[in-house]
């Protein structure tokens, strides 16, 4: 599908929109203007992907709402060339906003539907982002260490191998709690492994489910 001149118009107006509500940082911003969030969203509801809503994506996942993408990625302090660890690939639109940033981008899914279509989005872009179908919880030990690390489903709690998956110095960014709402926390990893702990207020995630993958 095509990028026109009404989608990038809609987009400058979404990205009017977010500086409105607060993001400030002008990279988070222009990558937001860069991405098609329409290429991302079924065909039913191509007429809301510039609206600040979160949508479905089949599989009962949401693409999450641009508001908070782009604050969760405001958070994370993206700088070109950092390797970042994305829990819950969902559209790929996060990671997207991640790639346009520089960002080396590592993505896990637990569907196999939405890993594959997210997959075939990404590359037909150009990106060649490292997207795994498996269990977030775990991370990716093997691509570890990494220098920020983004969940974008609501974790129950904060897993271990992914505090110890980033780097010093590094960044971590949670939507903590069960049920409706959830906690936005930064934690910085500290020169002795501890982290360093701010509460950015709440905000609403799909959940994220341990033990299950879907498709094989
Ligand atoms: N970043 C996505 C948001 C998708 S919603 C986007 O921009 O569209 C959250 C996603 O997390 C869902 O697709 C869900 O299937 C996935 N998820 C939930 N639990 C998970 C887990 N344990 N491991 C990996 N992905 C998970």
Redesign the pocket.
């Known amino acids: 599908m095509l990028d026109n001149y009404r989608h990038k118009g809609l987009r400058k107006k979404l990205v009017e929109e977010l500086s409105k509500k607060g993001i400030e940082n002008i990279d988070v911003l222009n990558a937001i203007d860069q991405i098609p969030r329409h290429l991302?969203m079924d065909n039913a509801f191509i007429n809301f992907a510039y609206k600040d809503k979160a949508f479905p994506?089949g599989?009962n996942?949401?693409?999450?709402q641009p508001f908070t993408?782009a604050f969760q990625t405001q958070l994370l302090g993206v700088e070109r060339g950092d390797k970042v660890l994305?829990?819950?690939?969902?559209?790929?639109?996060?990671?997207?906003?991640l790639l346009a940033m520089g960002a080396k981008v590592f993505?896990?899914?637990?569907?196999r539907s939405?890993h594959l279509k997210?997959k075939n989005i990404l590359e037909s872009m150009g990106y060649q982002p490292k997207l795994f179908f498996?269990?977030?919880?775990k991370g990716l030990p093997t691509f570890a260490p990494f220098d920020k690390i983004i969940i974008?489903?609501a974790a129950p709690y904060i897993p271990d191998p992914l505090k110890e998956q980033l780097k010093i110095g590094g960044v971590f960014v949670i939507p903590l709690g069960e049920g409706d709402k959830q906690e936005m926390l930064r934690l910085s990893k500290q020169e002795d492994g501890s982290f360093k702990q701010e509460n950015f207020g709440d905000f609403s995630?799909?959940?994220?489910?341990?033990n299950?993958?879907?498709g094989s």
């Open positions: 991302f994506i599989a996942q949401t693409i999450s993408v994305e829990i819950g690939t969902g559209s790929g639109y996060q990671s997207a906003v993505s896990i899914e637990r569907h939405l997210s498996g269990d977030g919880y974008t489903a995630f799909v959940p994220m489910l341990e299950k993958s879907f």
